[in-house]
């Protein structure tokens, strides 16, 4: 039987055995969906922890319960390894690695290359489908994957499968999962495609294939490049506002009420997280390898990194008000991680307002239920417990993410002076002051 064939036959009957190698906020979910509708799954990644707590029945990512991961492993279903062989006995492999920036913001796409070199190259074969899912430039499936994984007997769209799917998950979003988010999937060959669509579509809702894997790469960047230049825009409106004494939330609330052509975004201390921050560089950096330079990325980056600079300089205003000033003042940051219920500091503008307010000689404590220690780069910081005395002790409160389960009136109450950058504080009050 053809490769294809044989493929599709497995992938139908759900007998193709599926590797995920990653396994983070991606990954994980990603392994635990397609472990939950039949696939063996194995779960590939570099951190022992994190293999071992998987192969414990236990999830270390808040969007999947430890049940979840219990119930598939019980089931035979998903089993986690560092050990890259097991690739030899899947018919699916699908790479769910990081892809950062290096020190001069070019795309790092190291962790790829490694995976690819160490993971796949070595243990790959004939009838496999490989999909990366990482988020990366414009042709990186085209010129990275392809050339890593084919050879003399192994050919694209012939007897190997190679497409681009780009994982959209939203930590934090109790609406869309893994699952309900629709998946696009953009293959190097016609045949690549098809194989991917019918992967993807035997275990999640929506799949919408694209004419090429560049397509689907782009898809993705385009969606987070989307944002990142709205929340820039968003930014700058309440740079205006502030100056022109004008509440840039009751101006977009306003605005939306308008039932078409307008969709909110919201101002804050700053980008975080691996997505926004990050991948709008990556087309960039394509861009000008073709003599094209992004302004409004690289203008919307200038604005957003900008933003915990204001925080900074706002919390400044604010203990100026007070008669105080930064050195020596103790203050305390509310939320670190990058946005609100989730556990993740990557990039958080947390991170960079701490910085700074050490360096003004601040005296900076942090609270933030989902993260029990904070590295900022010059040192680490133990995070605190919720108190009244905390609250009462601190001249200035800073809410850079605005958690759910913050007690908001037991801070307005308590606190003596508050910059809060979310608006998590909806009432007017002299005490508070916005960004
Ligand atoms: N976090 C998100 O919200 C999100 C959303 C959509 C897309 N993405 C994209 O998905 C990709 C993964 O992001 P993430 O947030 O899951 O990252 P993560 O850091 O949470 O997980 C990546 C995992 O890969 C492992 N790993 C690194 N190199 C490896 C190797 N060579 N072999 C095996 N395992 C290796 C790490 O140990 C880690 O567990 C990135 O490209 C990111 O841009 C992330």
Not at 59 to 77: C, E, H, N, Q, W
Not at 118 to 135: D, K
Not at 279 to 298: C, M, N, Q, T
Not at 304 to 319: E, G, I, T, Y
Request: net charge negative.
């Amino acid at each position: 039987m053809p490769h294809k064939d044989e493929l599709e036959k497995k992938i139908a009957n759900r007998t193709a055995k599926c590797a995920i190698i990653g396994l983070g906020y991606v990954g994980l979910p990603l392994a635990v969906e397609l472990a939950e509708t039949g696939f063996t799954v194995y779960g590939i990644d570099k951190s022992t922890d994190k293999v071992d707590a998987v192969n414990r029945g236990e999830s270390y990512i808040p969007d999947v319960p430890g049940d979840a991961v219990r119930t598939v492993l019980d089931a035979g279903k998903l089993k986690a390894t560092t050990d890259f062989s097991i690739i030899r006995d899947c018919d699916v492999v699908s790479m769910c690695v990081p892809t950062p920036l290096n020190k001069t913001r070019d795309p790092d796409i190291s962790f790829i290359i490694a995976a690819l070199e160490e993971g796949i190259a070595p243990n790959v074969h004939q009838g496999m489908l490989i999909v990366l899912e990482s988020t990366t430039y414009p042709g990186t499936t085209e010129e990275v994957i392809v050339p890593a994984v084919t050879g003399p007997d192994l050919k694209a769209g012939e007897n190997i499968f190679i497409a681009f799917s780009p994982e959209r998950v939203d930590p934090g979003n109790p609406q869309f999962q893994t699952g309900n988010i629709p998946k696009v999937v953009g293959g190097i060959t016609e045949a690549c495609t098809r194989l991917a669509t019918l992967f993807y579509r035997s275990f999640l809702e929506k799949v919408h294939p694209v004419s090429s894997a560049a397509v689907a790469e782009m898809v993705k960047i385009h969606e987070n490049t989307f944002r990142s230049v709205n929340i820039a825009l968003v930014n700058e409106l309440a740079l205006m506002c502030d100056r022109l004494d004008i509440d840039v939330w009751e101006v977009i609330e306003g605005a939306s009420t308008k039932p078409f052509g307008f969709m909110p975004f919201y101002p804050g201390p700053g980008l975080g997280g691996h997505c926004i921050p990050i991948d709008p560089y990556y087309l960039s950096w394509k861009a000008r390898s073709v003599g094209f330079e992004a302004r409004f990325i690289e203008l919307a980056g200038q604005v957003n990194s900008a933003m915990p600079l204001h925080v900074v300089q706002k919390a400044s205003d604010a203990l100026n008000s007070a008669g105080r000033a930064l050195r020596g003042a103790k203050v305390l940051i509310l939320g670190v991680a990058y946005k609100k219920d989730i556990d993740d500091e990557r990039e958080s503008p947390a991170i960079d307002v701490i910085d700074r307010l050490l360096r003004k000689g601040s005296e900076v404590s942090y609270l933030d239920p989902h993260i029990p220690v904070l590295d900022v780069g010059t040192c680490v910081l133990e995070g605190t417990e919720m108190s009244v005395e905390l609250l009462q002790g601190a001249d200035l409160a800073i809410i850079i993410t605005d958690h759910s389960n913050f007690d908001y009136k037991l801070i307005l109450e308590n606190a003596n002076l508050i910059l809060d950058t979310r608006n998590a504080i909806k009432s007017r009050h002299e005490k508070v002051w916005r960004l």
